[in-house]
């Protein structure tokens, strides 16, 4: 077995404010991926990191920017938070092969001020 | 580019009544991957069951579904509901030409009653 954690739990900002969220994984995962949930609208990938040092933009990716620094961590920040954003950011890793089962971290939540 | 539909919004049903909650799909590619997640209030998303085989069943803890290639859906199915099954269902799709990138429905909540 393994775990995801994602850090911080909670994250409040400032309007124009860049703020980055930070997730590791102990499942030796080769794959990870970030995404946005926000009520209504389910799960929209932001982006996905296919192993170490490679970066793919998923269909969110606008307003954000991503880094894989090594195979356990996956980072992402948000480049100008925008006023009164409320939304969960999940981090997930798999096994990197066809058909293969994500594991979501606890999600971190923004509100932005 | 790939996307997903689910039955929108909240499904609410008394206990012991049948689930049906509806997954269509749209693909170019021959091959898609189709799964389920639930996920239960402060928990995170976790894998109910997946399938890739046209019109072969695929169950797990109570729950069933089958890809039908020729109409594009996994619409997942239960014979009972209880109570715990409460939660906010998504149904995601891949393929064998990018199966790393997974595309998720907007999710459907199931709230049963007792």
């Known amino acids: 077995g393994g775990i995801i954690t994602q850090t911080p739990k909670f994250l409040i900002g400032q309007e124009g404010q860049k703020l980055t969220l930070k997730c590791q994984q102990n499942f030796n995962h080769d794959t990870m991926y970030w995404y946005r949930q926000d009520s209504g609208k389910g799960l929209r990938l932001i982006y996905y990191?296919?192993?170490?040092?490679?970066?793919q933009k998923g269909d969110l990716s606008e307003g954000y920017d991503a880094s894989r620094e090594k195979k356990s961590s996956f980072s992402l920040t948000v480049t100008s938070a925008q006023k009164n954003e409320m939304a969960v950011f999940l981090c997930?890793?798999?096994?990197?092969?066809?058909?293969?089962?994500?594991?979501f971290g606890p999600g971190t939540r923004l509100t932005v001020l | 580019g790939d996307s997903v539909t689910q039955t929108e919004g909240l499904v609410t049903l008394t206990e012991g009544l049948p689930v049906m909650l509806n997954c269509t799909y749209q693909t170019i590619y021959s091959n898609p991957f189709l799964f389920w997640y639930v996920q239960h209030l402060n928990e995170s998303p976790r894998l109910l069951l997946k399938?890739?085989?046209?019109?072969k069943r695929t169950e797990h803890q109570g729950f069933h579904a089958t890809l039908h290639k020729s109409s594009s859906s996994f619409h997942l199915q239960k014979s009972s509901a209880q109570l715990s099954d409460s939660a906010l269902y998504y149904c995601a799709l891949s393929d064998d030409t990018n199966a790393y990138k997974v595309i998720f429905g907007k999710g459907t909540h199931l709230h049963v009653l007792p």
């Open positions: 990191s296919i192993t170490e040092n490679d970066l």
């Open positions: 997930a890793s798999s096994i990197g092969q066809n058909y293969a089962e994500q594991f």
């Open positions: 399938s890739f085989t046209d019109n």
